[in-house]
């Protein structure tokens, strides 16, 4: 009885081994290419040509452009309508960003014990994020409105004075703020739920097995390995209330911004400088200047709340 043995297969000439190697390389540098392209010519390039703008006096009205180097710049600090937009903006991140982490990291909690229904829950609460801000806004000037709002209602039967809300320049921002934060709690909520399911439940059957109580694994196991989540809801949402503009824009058609400027957003009032009075050199001085804003509050984020934990 002859054993025959099966010959083993050929290997590709080292020749043609590298030159696949070399069109897998040209492939992947391809598709890499076309997005860093696309990015350079819609986000690096009109970037370039706002800071460029910004040192003209550039009113689309006039026919000559005139040099005015820093002068756009130099007038910002004496604009009382930017540095009110400023403060607003900034009142809208303080108040918004750790609202919408609290109330998603606190409702992502209670649904990570929730058995029955959990995926009805999860919807409900995602369905606001999904929903057009547009409809969102309009719906919130029927909830608030100082003559037939249901709120107002409902305060009436507490024995409270009906109040203005966004009619009042006190009362405008914070019950703006409310809007957006309602509206991004389900993006939260989702972004919480992932970092949690990603958490080890050997953490906590070692902590419960210690000894330790609710508070303690809360404070020892979830938020340090929460940090990167905690991280990117930070940042992403610091920037979120940096730019907000859409939300603004339509809880008030006839006075955007208002009343007196109480709802101001650096982004709005650039809006208003470039497609309302045409004035797109000193637009452009604003969004530099509101860019330069961003990209320092995110490298300062990124540098103190990073922290890295041995799991």
Known sequence: MSITSKAAPARPPRRAAGSMKRRQTRTAYLFLGLPLLFFLIVRFLPTLMALRMSLFDWNILKEAQPFVGLENYARLAQDDRFLGALKNTALYTVIGVPAQIALGLAVALMLGRVTALRGLYRALYFAPYVTPIVAAAWVWQWLFSPQFGPVNTFLTWLNIPPQAFLTSPSQALATTAALIVWQNLGFQIVLFLAGLAAIPRTFYEAAEIDGATGVQAFRSITLPLLNPTLVFSVVTGTISYLQLFTQVVNLNFTDQGGPLGSTMTVALYIYQLAFG???????????VVLFVIILLIT???????????DV
């Open 277 to 287: 009075r045409f004035q797109m050199g000193y637009a452009s001085a604003v969004t």
């Open 299 to 309: 490298v300062i984020q990124l540098k103190f709340l990073t922290r890295r934990y």
